[in-house]
């Protein structure tokens, strides 16, 4: 296990974890995920943030429904992630891959069983993350508010714009 974790990738969990703020998740680790290439893994784990950011920020009417697009997004990171050792990137992905699985599970019933939103939390197993976790915590803000419409971030638009 690396003891260097790039600051992105820390910057993503804190959001995740802290603050649950799933849409600074997603710029902070797209970011990451093309300055690596796109490794199916960064992208697994962006998906998990943005299918929780669908699901609680969205609505069900006719031109867009939250369950689908939340469902959608799961289920694609679940299939990213499902190849990646248990314990990867110094996280319990076993746990995550299965949170993720039992939400898309609850989703897949919403009609029949509806619910409320609810977070999930990426355990940390690596001590030097979980340090590094804690001091990005210090300094990284908190974003209030949230944004919680489905407009695309500052980066996004910069690279459509390329």
């Known amino acids: 296990m690396s003891a260097e974790f790039e600051p992105l ?30 490794e199916p893994v960064y992208q697994g784990l962006l998906q998990v943030a943005v299918g929780l950011y669908h699901f609680r920020n969205g609505t069900i009417n006719s031109m867009y ?3 689908s697009g939340a469902l959608k997004m ?3 990171s679940h299939r990213k992630l499902s190849p990646y050792p248990p ?16 939400y898309i599970r609850r989703l897949e019933r919403y009609e029949q069983e ?10 940390i197993v690596d001590p030097l993350l979980r340090r590094a976790v804690e001091e990005a915590s210090l300094t990284i803000p ?6 919680t419409g489905y407009e695309r971030g500052p980066k996004a638009k910069e690279s459509s714009a390329e």
């Open 9 to 38: 990738y820390v910057a993503y969990l804190v959001y995740f974890n802290r603050d649950r703020d799933y849409f600074e998740c997603h710029e902070v680790l797209e970011e990451l995920w093309l300055d690596k290439g796109r």
């Open 65 to 67: 429904n939250k369950l």
């Open 142 to 147: 908190v974003n209030i508010p949230q944004r």
């Open 87 to 102: 314990d990867m990137l110094g996280i319990n992905l076993d746990k995550l891959r299965h949170d993720v699985e039992r």
């Open 114 to 123: 509806p619910f409320e939103f609810y977070d999930l939390e990426i355990e």
């Open 74 to 76: 799961l289920q694609s």
